[in-house]
């Protein structure tokens, strides 16, 4: 397996790539704060619709497995810069750029195939990253807030149906905010003054029921712990399994310090009569 990164922002792909340097002969660089670099390991730096010069560079280097890591950032359509294969790319997409991010995520998937490569996911390259399930924080939610982890999770299941979002805010049963394309921090941020008096909020997060499980999986770190406690939450319940728990003893380091809980959740124990 000759593996060749699509990165973008964060520590993940950073991670991966130091833990399969052996394997590693390509990176890509697709927003200009990625910055993952390995000695000796070929670099390209390029635009999202630069599509020919990103498959000849990988060809070139004999990648023939591709991972898709780190934060993108969606463009609209207008502001890419196509290349000639670029622009077929972005008429065989054209239905999925209207959608929702998993809908166009499973047709990048499909025509990287389509042009030889197989794709795989982080959890292919590292499985630890998963949330395992059960209670990982020295603090544990409350019966009322397992109800209203419960409620999240039906939230999350109904939203992602319709392709938006990973993550929703609850608190004493009510929908303080759901994820749209601000993403998780800002979503806290922008929750942390809508809440009631007592217990604070919590913050559930999952993965969609149609989620293409190689690409964008939902993904939390130690900076998302200290934006919850920063707002006066409660906790974070995580879809065991389905996401990804980055830095986890400093995750649950910072939890423990703060009196916040971290629980992996199984999906199958909720369901719509919860709500």
Do not use: Y
């Amino acid at each position: 397996m000759n593996l060749g990164f699509l990165c973008g922002k964060g520590k993940l792909p950073q991670l991966l790539a130091e833990a399969h340097k052996e394997k590693t002969c390509a990176i890509v660089h697709l927003e200009k704060e990625a910055e993952v670099c390995l000695p000796g390991v070929p670099c390209l730096r390029t635009s999202i619709g630069k599509i020919g010069t990103i498959l000849q560079f990988l060809r070139e280097q004999s990648v023939d497995t591709i991972v898709m890591t780190g934060a993108l950032q969606r463009p609209t359509l207008s502001e890419i810069s196509f290349d000639s294969v670029g622009l077929k790319w972005s008429v065989s997409l054209s239905r999925q750029f209207f959608r929702g991010d998993d809908a166009l995520l499973r047709g990048i998937v499909a025509l990287l195939e389509k042009e030889g490569f197989a794709v795989v996911g982080v959890q292919d390259l590292m499985a630890t990253l998963l949330t395992p399930s059960g209670i990982l924080s020295a603090q544990s939610p409350t019966p009322e807030e397992e109800r209203d982890i419960a409620v999240g999770f039906n939230v999350i299941e109904k939203l992602g149906l319709m392709d938006i979002g990973q993550a929703v805010v609850i608190q004493q049963g009510l929908v303080l905010g759901v994820e749209a394309i601000e993403g998780t921090h800002a979503l806290i941020t922008r929750c942390a003054a809508l809440q009631r008096t007592g217990r604070g909020a919590i913050l559930v997060k999952g993965a969609k029921p149609q989620q293409e499980m190689r690409v964008d999986l939902p993904t939390i770190g130690s900076e998302s712990i200290c934006a919850l406690h920063t707002a006066g939450f409660r906790g974070v319940a995580l879809e065991a399994r389905k996401t990804i728990l980055l830095d986890r003893e400093e995750v649950l380091a910072k939890s423990n310090a703060h009196g916040l809980f971290v629980v992996g959740t199984e999906r199958s124990a909720h369901d719509d009569n919860d709500m």
